[in-house]
T-cell receptor, first 110, second 113 residues
């Protein structure tokens, strides 16, 4: 069974401080991991996916298969980063469903 | 490009009434998903379509929920009769065939009184 755990429901960080949103997963196959973000009054949108190995809006995430983690990081938080962040797990070789975590609400304190 | 379109955006009904939600995916996207998002939770898949075929409806409560995608484009999700516990946000998403990147609509917020 697929499972995604985001241990923090709420996270507050001062502007300019580093940010780390935690995500752990459970999956028997080859995983594909995503971070989705939902800004206030906007729709859920893809932030980044592990196979792209990109930095989007200063965020990065590395898939650690040994620790089954996909933590989202940013070295210097900005006020516009305040949003709801969801980690999601899919199957690497398939067009299957995404399993989402419960989300972390990130608030950047000015 | 308009993105995934959903209507209505909000719906308030009394319990035991029927309700329907509509979704139009991004043009050219063959895969369509309906998700349920309860308060404080992440989206959970209800049903996935490949063109007009429902390929994963294992999480759809078939006693009261139904869905269709007759021409492989837009889709309707129906609840009949609605229960208090159905109050949630219903999300539609679409993706290109064979890819995992999904694009979400704005959702329909259902309140059952």
């Amino acid at each position: 069974a697929q499972r995604v755990t985001q241990p923090e429901k709420l996270l507050s960080v001062f502007k300019g401080a580093p940010v780390e949103l935690k995500c752990n997963y459970s999956y028997s196959g080859s995983p594909e991991l995503f971070w989705y973000v939902q800004y206030s009054r906007q729709r859920l949108q893809l932030l980044l996916r592990h196979i792209s190995r990109e930095s989007i809006k200063g965020f990065t995430a590395d898939l650690n298969k040994g620790e089954t983690s996909f933590h989202l990081k940013k070295p210097f938080a900005q006020e516009e980063d305040s949003a709801m962040y969801y980690c999601a797990l899919g199957a690497y070789f398939g067009n299957e469903k995404l399993t989402f975590g419960t989300g972390t609400r990130l608030t950047i304190i000015p | 490009e308009a993105g995934v379109v959903q209507s209505p955006r909000y719906k308030i009904i009394e319990k035991k009434q029927p309700v329907a939600f509509w979704c139009n995916p991004i043009s050219g996207h063959n895969t369509l998903y309906w998700y349920l998002q309860n308060l404080g939770q992440g989206p959970e898949l209800l049903i996935r379509y490949e063109n007009e075929e429902a390929v994963d409806d294992s999480q759809l409560p078939k006693d009261r929920f139904s869905a269709e995608r007759l021409k492989g484009v837009d889709s309707t999700l129906k609840i009949q009769p609605a229960e208090l516990g159905d109050s949630a946000v219903y999300l539609c998403a679409s993706s290109l065939d064979g890819r995992n990147e999904q694009f979400f609509g704005p959702g329909t917020r259902l309140t059952v009184l």
